[in-house]
């Protein structure tokens, strides 16, 4: 096995902080909460600017020579209850804010999720899933973050640095103009080894991706790895991607600690220049020294704001950038939707299906044509067959019929009306499949037996069990119909979840059976026994069957074959094997080697 390549970069959105009103557009609804966050925030730092103008009265009446300290005792008390102030200002803060960050994360999460459910196949066929599903959790993650962290922390030193400042000047106005020409000076370093910092962390990111990326396609494909005989190459290939996490982790945190010496460095060495100035200030009866001691911590208050909001617009950029992802999400619209007025189906459903004159490409394929002006006429009750080679667009019925895409010219109907001009919900409502790749989704056998008629009784979900054959085994279950059948069926064997998705479609009772290779999985014992449940539910339906094995299509009152889009022969069984063309020839091959 070659190195895992990594993937070419997904282009990035440009970073505009202006792209954080999709977030806003959520957050807005909670103007409440916002409101008590936004209160408490500015109570946190007036309590913190609050704390150096009660130590300058201290030490101004404490230490200074013939100093009255009968109000000392009232000044640290007064300490106290800012203190007190800022730590319940500060907790209601961080609650609120965090409330509104998660509720709005789950507003969006859900927001996206729900239009995704709107998307037509082929849009998933052309973005990557993993990719959304990335969106979802780790870009809301970021988005969580800003909303629950970053904007409060920004807004919170703004105004502790400008308030800083003010009172700054009140204190001792040409030391405090030192100040202002003084931050500059210690920011900008650390800004620009912050973005280092920053870009560094995104590589060691990816190379975290990579392993999680190599471990879950190992296990999930260990029984192979075994069999090979890979446990070796494979284990050298892990401690590859381990190893270039580990190099690109000691870069982010060598330059981390280049940082932090610089950020040291350069607050200490400012505090000293401004002290050594303060210093001849007080000796010259200029400035107090409870002043002096406001005002460095003070100095110290807003040099440390200044110098965090540095940081937070970096992740406010990371948030904005998250934020365009999902609301390109959002903002997808589907191809397959219902008209603005649809035209209802006829009731009851009778089942009857048409295909007139269709032709269809794929948008991933646009070079091949998987139907040319394919017709087909299918009345209710009927039993068809679709048989023919891979490729011969046999699937593309199922695709079209369903509407998941639009023919390019021709239309399909369903009990006689073009279901363009239908709701795709209602058509999809008259219709029940069984796949040729079963899914089984990571749940109990009760919910993917119901998965077609959600509230169907355990009654029904027995019935519909016994008729697939899928009885016995279900109640050989630890749980019966509780047991979580674990992540894609892994507790099942292939024949049991292809049986449990006959169930599902026979529990559905629908006029419109799809069947795509439905007893493909099965021994030959449980597939007498479906097949002669399908052929009793078949008798008041439209029944259309996809196969590749002819054993299995016998008895349809029809079999159309398909090659290369079109049907090249009709008729039933005898007819075609005796017609002697392509059917014949695929009978042959199955029957001799049988």
Known sequence: MAETVPPAPVPQPRRKLSNLLVIWSFTRRYPLQLAVATLALVASS????????????????GFAQGADTSKIGVYFQGLLLVVLALAVATAVRFFFVSWVGERTVADMRMAVHRNLLRLPPKWFEENRPSEIASRLTSDTAIVEMVVGNTVSTALRNLLTGVGGIIYLFTLAPKIAAYLIVGIPLIVLPIVWLGGRVRSLSRSSQDRVADIGAIASETLGAMRIVQAFGQEKREAQRFEGAVSRSFAAAQRRFGLRAVMTAAVIGLLFTAITLIMWDAVYGVAEGRISGGAITAFVITAGLVTGSFGALTEVY????????????????????????????????????????????????YPTRPEVSALADFSLDVRPGETVAVVGPSGAGKSTLFQLLQRFYDPDTGCVRVDGIDIRQADPAEIRGRMAIVPQETVIFAASARDNLRYGAWDASDA????????ANAAEFLRELPQGLETFLGEGGARLSGGQRQRIAIARALLRDAPILLLDEATSAL????????????????????????????????????????????????????????????YARLAALQFNEA
């Open 46 to 61: 007036l309590a913190t600017l609050w704390i150096p103008r009660t130590f300058k009265q201290i030490v101004d009446n």
């Open 314 to 361: 970096g992740e406010l950029l990371r948030g904005s950038g998250a934020a365009s992802r999902l609301a390109e999400l959002l903002r997808e619209e589907p191809d397959i939707a219902a008209p603005a007025n649809p035209v209802p189906l006829p009731q009851p459903p009778q089942g009857a299906v048409g295909f007139e004159s269709v032709t269809f490409r």
């Open 460 to 467: 029904a979900i027995w019935a519909a069990a016994e008729a």
């Open 523 to 582: 021994d030959a014992e449980s597939e007498r026994l479906v097949q002669d449940a399908l052929e009793r539910l078949m008798a008041n339906r439209t029944t259309l069957v996809i196969a590749h094995r002819l054993a299995t299509v016998r008895a349809a009152d029809r079999i159309i074959v398909m090659d290369e889009g079109r049907i090249v022969e009709t008729g039933n069984h005898a007819e075609l094997v005796g017609a002697n063309g392509l």
